[in-house]
């Protein structure tokens, strides 16, 4: 029986251990980044208890730059992967398959490494252009499998040591591998091949991230043409995710509204009556987890505010209900370092403007350095929470 696979054969060395050596350290500053922004990410949108009472609401614009530096992150780490995939694929016809369990233990870490690591990016992809296909919760499995990468990348790195350490300077003086005659005198021509296969790499890196970091980054939105949201396209100067419509909020729901709060002393306001309250100005940024972020100028009552009316001094755990009748989002929790920031508003007012009904008319939450998912539209009422 003779050896079903052939290990392909290749004239060039960029499949070495040094080309894989300089595109991984890429990749893995790629990956390092997006998993720390991405487990702030999920901490500000799923406090763990130890944690809630102490959420930081400063900077104002934290959420906004870790969730655009995840998502930028993210994309810049799609080329990559694919460069290093392309450049040690030959290592999947090593024959035979596995010589020792020590063998077969790194196989088996670079399998879960590179099967999560591909699902992973596709799915955060996808996520950007709010396409969820899956069959299960997104934000669960995005996270569970961001622990896998980081375990497998671990196991991976430690079993390469030795190799990355032995590749990670280019080497002084290769060999010349093509006819010698042809280059200039001392060229290296792996490293002049390589060059170029790292360059080709970096110009696709810079391609998908310059083109898609306008929607979070707004000076760059006019040549934001891969990414599917433009930060100011939208009413009053800023995209929409669920509109009225889409949520159910139609003109019989919103029929004789008044905003209801908790407390010792409960009470409800109409519109006219919460425009009475003391109005207060801030600037803000939405920061949606697909990617897109935009600040803009909010006017309204400061939740502080209303909740010492309920007889609150000191602020509280809310629930924010809405009254949103489809989808997710229409009931959001807010921890007590937000209810009590002076920038913490239900906001009646959008850049000037009475609220868009698609920006949450009559009422909606926006508070300091908060994922946008958690800024409620179509506020009706806040309960305190034990
Ligand atoms: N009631 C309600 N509020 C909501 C949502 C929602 O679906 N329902 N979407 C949230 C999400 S995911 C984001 S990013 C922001 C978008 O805000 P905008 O539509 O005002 O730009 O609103 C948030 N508030
Ligand atoms: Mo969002």
Same mark, same amino acid.
């Given at each position: 029986?003779?050896?079903?696979?052939?290990?392909?054969?290749?004239?060039?060395?960029?499949?070495?251990?040094?080309?894989?050596?300089?595109?991984?350290?890429?990749?893995?500053?790629? @990956?390092?980044?997006?998993?720390? #922004?991405?487990?702030?990410?999920?901490?500000? +949108?799923?406090? &763990? #208890?130890?944690?809630?009472? $102490?959420? &930081?609401?400063?900077?104002?614009?934290?959420?906004?730059?870790?969730?655009?530096?995840?998502?930028?992150?993210? @994309?810049?780490?799609?080329?990559?992967?694919?460069?290093?995939?392309?450049?040690?694929?030959?290592?999947?016809?090593?024959?035979? &398959?596995?010589?020792?369990?020590?063998?077969?233990?790194?196989?088996?870490?670079?399998?879960?490494?590179?099967?999560?690591?591909?699902?992973?990016?596709? !799915?955060?992809?996808?996520? #950007?252009?709010?396409?969820?296909?899956?069959?299960?919760?997104?934000? +669960?499995?995005?996270?569970?499998?961001?622990?896998? @990468?980081?375990?497998?990348?671990?196991?991976?790195?430690?079993?390469?040591?030795?190799?990355?350490?032995?590749?990670?300077?280019?080497? *002084?003086?290769?060999?010349?591998?093509?006819?010698?005659?042809?280059?200039?005198?001392?060229?290296?021509?792996?490293?002049?091949?390589?060059?170029?296969?790292?360059?080709?790499?970096?110009?696709?890196?810079?391609?998908?991230?310059?083109?898609?970091?306008?929607?979070?980054?707004?000076?760059?939105?006019?040549?934001?043409?891969?990414?599917?949201?433009?930060?100011?396209?939208?009413?009053?100067?800023?995209?929409?995710?669920?509109?009225?419509? *889409?949520?159910?909020?139609?003109?019989?729901?919103?029929?004789?509204?008044?905003? $209801?709060?908790?407390?010792? $002393?409960?009470?409800?306001?109409?519109?006219?009556?919460?425009?009475? !309250?003391? +109005? $207060?100005?801030?600037?803000?940024?939405?920061?949606?987890?697909?990617?897109?972020?935009?600040?803009?100028?909010?006017?309204?009552?400061?939740?502080?505010?209303?909740?010492?009316?309920?007889?609150?001094?000191?602020? *509280?755990?809310?629930? @924010?209900?809405?009254?949103?009748?489809?989808?997710?989002?229409?009931?959001?929790?807010?921890?007590?370092?937000?209810?009590?920031?002076?920038?913490?508003?239900?906001?009646?007012?959008?850049?000037?403007?009475?609220?868009?009904?698609?920006?949450?008319?009559?009422?909606?939450?926006?508070?300091?350095?908060?994922?946008? *998912?958690?800024?409620?539209?179509?506020?009706?009422?806040?309960?305190?929470?034990?």
């Amino acid at each position: 029986m003779g050896i079903p696979l052939q290990s392909p054969r290749f004239r060039g060395r960029l499949h070495d251990p040094r080309t894989a050596t300089v595109i991984g350290r890429l990749l893995g500053l790629a @990956i390092v980044l997006c998993f720390l #922004t991405g487990v702030m990410s999920h901490y500000l +949108q799923e406090p &763990p #208890t130890w944690l809630s009472g $102490h959420l &930081p609401t400063r900077p104002t614009w934290g959420y906004r730059a870790s969730q655009g530096l995840h998502v930028i992150s993210g @994309i810049a780490a799609i080329p990559l992967l694919l460069a290093k995939l392309w450049t040690v694929y030959p290592r999947l016809f090593v024959w035979p &398959p596995v010589t020792s369990p020590a063998h077969a233990a790194e196989r088996l870490s670079i399998a879960a490494l590179v099967s999560a690591t591909l699902l992973e990016l596709f !799915m955060g992809l996808l996520n #950007t252009v709010q396409w969820y296909v899956w069959p299960f919760s997104f934000r +669960q499995v995005h996270w569970a499998l961001a622990w896998v @990468i980081v375990g497998s990348l671990l196991v991976h790195l430690a079993l390469k040591a030795p190799l990355i350490a032995k590749h990670w300077k280019r080497p *002084a003086s290769a060999l010349p591998l093509v006819d010698p005659a042809k280059t200039a005198p001392g060229a290296d021509v792996d490293d002049v091949d390589r060059r170029s296969l790292l360059r080709g790499v970096l110009v696709a890196v810079g391609a998908v991230t310059l083109f898609t970091a306008g929607q979070s980054v707004t000076p760059l939105k006019d040549i934001d043409l891969l990414a599917p949201r433009t930060p100011d396209i939208g009413p009053q100067g800023l995209p929409v995710n669920r509109t009225a419509k *889409a949520a159910g909020v139609t003109a019989d729901v919103l029929d004789g509204w008044k905003l $209801h709060v908790d407390g010792p $002393h409960p009470y409800s306001l109409t519109l006219e009556e919460l425009k009475a !309250m003391p +109005q $207060h100005r801030v600037e803000l940024p939405i920061a949606c987890v697909e990617g897109w972020s935009k600040s803009a100028h909010w006017e309204g009552v400061r939740i502080k505010d209303l909740l010492a009316r309920a007889g609150l001094r000191d602020g *509280a755990r809310l629930r @924010i209900v809405s009254l949103q009748r489809h989808g997710g989002y229409g009931v959001t929790e807010m921890d007590l370092p937000y209810t009590r920031d002076d920038l913490t508003l239900l906001a009646l007012r959008l850049n000037g403007e009475v609220l868009a009904p698609d920006h949450g008319y009559p009422a909606r939450i926006i508070a300091p350095n908060r994922p946008g *998912a958690l800024q409620t539209k179509w506020v009706s009422k806040l309960e305190v929470l034990a």
